[in-house]
């Protein structure tokens, strides 16, 4: 079955920057999209930012020129480099499986992680 396993969450300090990664297991990597959602204390869930098997990008417009997400086939893995981190940034971050069309159009991964949490705050 699908595993994602999420880490590289902590505390941070405002400005500053993390860096989180995800290895999958029990899927093709190579062939699937994979995106990152965070979800805050009270707050609906965001998709934060997905990258399609062939590259291509999509971000949340709170994050845009903030955060990059990457992925490695080989390694299947996938990572999510936050910068210039704010406050608001704080919650917990999911890794997500699936199609582009399920997640970017219809906003619902077909698979999910654990999370792990992100905290910025002085």
């Known amino acids: 079955q699908v595993q994602l396993v999420e880490s590289g969450g902590g505390l941070v300090q405002p400005g500053g920057s993390l860096r989180l990664s995800c290895a999958a297991s029990?899927?093709?990597?190579?062939?699937?999209?994979m995106a990152w959602y965070r979800q805050a204390p009270g707050k609906q869930r965001e998709l934060v930012a997905a990258?399609?098997?062939?590259?291509?990008?999509n971000y949340a417009d709170s994050v845009k020129g903030r955060f990059t997400i990457s992925r490695d086939n080989a390694k299947k893995t996938v990572y999510l480099q936050m910068s210039m981190l704010k406050p608001e940034d704080t919650a917990v971050y999911y890794c997500?499986?699936?199609?582009?069309?399920?997640?970017?159009?219809?906003?619902?991964?077909?698979?999910w992680g654990q999370g792990t949490q992100v905290t910025v705050s002085s």
């Open positions: 990258i399609h098997s062939r590259g291509s990008t």
């Open positions: 029990g899927s093709i990597f190579s062939l699937i999209t």
């Open positions: 997500t499986q699936g199609s582009w069309d399920s997640i970017v159009v219809a906003d619902n991964p077909k698979y």
